[in-house]
């Protein structure tokens, strides 16, 4: 069993920056692929980039690319968003996935999720 932990969300002012993390603890996360999801109200959970186990594949979705970056480091996962935007706003979770998995876009493929943590862009 894997537990995951957000944290680093808060109110930002459009084109800021902010850095979330995943902490996790338990089970098989460091051989697991890891992801950050978003879910906005009235919009359908969203993903926004993947490592895989090894970190050495990534991916992301085409509308964060340019400014989010996802890194890991041990029990920690992160996701470094620049240039933020009032569409960002939503509840940003991580997942993590079973044992040697590749990172993909579908929810179904991960496991354990965190709680999430809020991020609030202003114009």
């Known amino acids: 069993q894997v537990q995951l932990v957000e944290s680093g969300g808060g109110l930002v002012q459009a084109g800021d920056s902010l850095r979330l993390s995943c902490a996790a603890s338990?089970?098989?996360?460091?051989?697991?692929?890891v992801a950050w999801f978003r879910h906005a109200p009235g919009k359908e959970r969203e993903f926004l980039a993947g490592i895989s186990w090894s970190g050495r594949t990534t991916n992301y979705v085409d509308s964060v690319k340019d400014r989010f970056t996802i890194s890991r480091d041990k029990n920690m996962v992160y996701l470094q968003m620049n240039s933020l935007k009032p569409e960002d706003t939503a509840v940003y979770f991580c997942?993590?996935?079973?044992?040697?998995?590749?990172?993909?876009?579908?929810?179904?493929?991960?496991?354990?999720w965190g709680q999430g943590t809020q991020v609030t862009v202003s114009a």
């Open positions: 997942a993590a996935s079973g044992e040697y998995m590749e990172p993909t876009k579908v929810p179904s493929t991960y496991l354990y």
């Open positions: 338990g089970g098989t996360f460091s051989r697991a692929a």
